[in-house]
């Protein structure tokens, strides 16, 4: 092969690396952190304390399950029943079930979160689910939250993807397709946000300019 062509064929494995991190998924271009600080920032309940209310609810637990893994949810039900990140502060049950005729209204969520806005941001944790009214105002709720209804999760990433490009993502997605997906989307400190499809809107860390 003459000098030429070994120029072009650099030329496009160059071009080809390239485009392979550019185009890299989210979740590879960002490492993993650890478990231990979403958990330190986000309290989860002890495994013990979901094992006793599973039990207690166990025959709605395993259809709810049932429902979720048949419309391809990945996500665990048990961060879904999960009320918030500050049920100790709050001394209230850290987790609770939401009415049956409710348990259709958090798929399309899940749906929006789990095959559009991963994709762009990386691996997410939920911290926050359904939520009872008694567990709902102590904890900053608004009065009409979305999570009362089960149709909206508050979530944090898993990798160490800068607080700055995750919000500028986000971001950029509610402009482009946020209103075709009805798409609730509010942007906290520390990485935390929320997301709802019950209506288009937003609040929280969103610059004037935008």
Known sequence: MD??????????????VSGCAVF????????????SEVSDRYPMPPKAEYLK???????????????????????????????????QDLNLPPYALPPDSMWGNM?????????EIEPLIGEVIIVSGYRTPE????AGGA?????????????????????????????????EHGEEYNLGLGLYDHKRFHVDTW??????????EE
């Open 143 to 175: 009065s009409r939250s979305r999570h009362l209804f089960f149709d909206a999760v508050d979530v944090a990433p898993v990798t160490n993807i800068p607080e700055r490009i995750l919000k500028k993502r986000l971001r950029e997605f509610y402009y």
């Open 24 to 35: 890299a998924p989210p979740d590879k271009m960002w490492p993993d952190i650890p478990v």
């Open 199 to 208: 209506k288009y809107r937003n609040w929280g860390d969103w610059p004037d």
């Open 107 to 115: 798929i399309p969520t899940l749906k929006l979160l789990q095959e």
């Open 53 to 87: 209310f599973k039990q207690e609810h166990l025959s709605r637990v395993h259809r709810l399950d049932s429902i979720f893994t048949i419309a391809g949810i990945i996500y665990p039900v048990e961060r879904l029943l999960q009320q918030g990140s500050d049920w």
């Open 3 to 16: 000098k030429k062509h070994w120029t072009i064929l650099g030329v496009v494995v160059l071009v080809t």
């Open 135 to 138: 567990y709902n105002e102590p």
